[in-house]
């Protein structure tokens, strides 16, 4: 019989040093990610017009090259048969010699990751582009309205912007601190079109007219409203300068008036009436005057 220790399997596996572990795994690391073909951004506005420009081998013949938007078919070109024919979104339109396509009057819902497949006549492999398109809209310029209670102790103020993509929040803006006691944010909202998916934005503020005065305006999708002044002081009658001016004008002109009649009836009888007098009566004149 041989001893136990005869039987034993003396080879143990080598593992690979610390250094071959780390390099395989950079090297999985590096092929994994290079092999994912990289994503090309492009913008577009609603109502406008982009390219999809697909990268190929402009010196290679063409089989086949066409754009889909996930699994649905957009447009396309094959050296047999016209792939234009089964193009499912009618705003665009593709050349081949270019490997481009076209996409016009945009909407919201063009939005998404597209795929462009090129393949030439020397091979049946089909190369991959990802593509991601992203539509916008402008906001109108906000405009700014004010509601303010009976007795003037508080107005609201309402900022409005409509029709904008993506979402963009109203953005608030005042002459004192946002944090203040005399400013506080109100209600917000945004409502997307059904159909559009263009967005109106509103939002509202509450300013306290104890306060000092608060000149406001908003921000929405970087386009500004003017400024509003909210709270203005109304000036009392009594301190009011037109006021003052106008009752100024009257008394001095009445006090004119007066003067000139007063003087008018203590004014000296001309020669001529003095003339026509009896001596009775001249004599009765001169000692008026002299008295």
């Known amino acids: 019989m041989m001893p136990r220790s005869n039987l034993q399997c003396s080879w143990k596996p080598r593992l690979p040093s610390l250094k071959l572990a780390e390099a395989l795994m950079m090297w999985f690391f590096f092929h994994s990610v290079t092999s994912v073909a990289p994503l090309i951004q492009i913008t577009g506005e609603v109502g406008g017009r982009v390219t999809f420009f697909c990268p190929s081998h402009k010196d290679k013949m063409l089989t086949l090259f066409y754009l889909q938007k996930g699994t649905t078919f957009v447009n396309g070109y094959h050296n047999v048969r016209d792939a234009e024919l089964y193009r499912a979104i009618p ?22 990751e597209y795929s462009c497949h090129v393949q030439y006549s020397d091979s049946m492999k089909l190369d991959e582009t990802r593509i991601h398109l992203s539509v916008t809209a402008n906001y109108s310029t906000p405009t700014l309205s ?9 107005c609201q103020v309402t900022c409005a912007s409509y029709g904008g993509y993506p979402s963009s929040e109203v953005m608030w803006n ?12 109100g209600n917000s909202s945004e409502e997307a079109d059904p159909d559009s998916m263009l967005i109106n934005s509103s939002s509202t503020v509450i ?17 500004t ?3 509003l002044t ?17 009752t100024g004008c009257v008394v001095f ?13 203590r004014k000296p009888k001309t020669i001529s009436a003095v003339a026509a007098m009896t001596p009775d009566e001249i004599i009765v004149l001169k000692g008026e005057n002299e008295g």
């Open 253 to 265: 002109v009445s006090a004119v008036v007066v003067i000139l009649l007063l003087w008018r009836c």
């Open 207 to 223: 300013v306290n007219c104890s306060g000092p005065l608060q000149t406001l305006n908003c921000s929405v999708g970087g386009f």
């Open 146 to 154: 004010v509601l303010c209670d009976s007795d003037s102790s508080s």
């Open 174 to 185: 005042s002459s004192t601190n946002a944090n203040s006691q005399w400013w506080t944010p």
């Open 91 to 112: 705003h665009s339109h593709v050349n081949h010699t270019e490997r481009t396509v076209d996409m016009w009057a945009l909407k919201v819902s063009d939005s998404g």
């Open 230 to 246: 909210v709270c203005e002081r109304k000036i009392p009658p009594a301190l009011h300068a037109p006021y003052w001016i106008a």
């Open 225 to 227: 409203s003017d400024n």
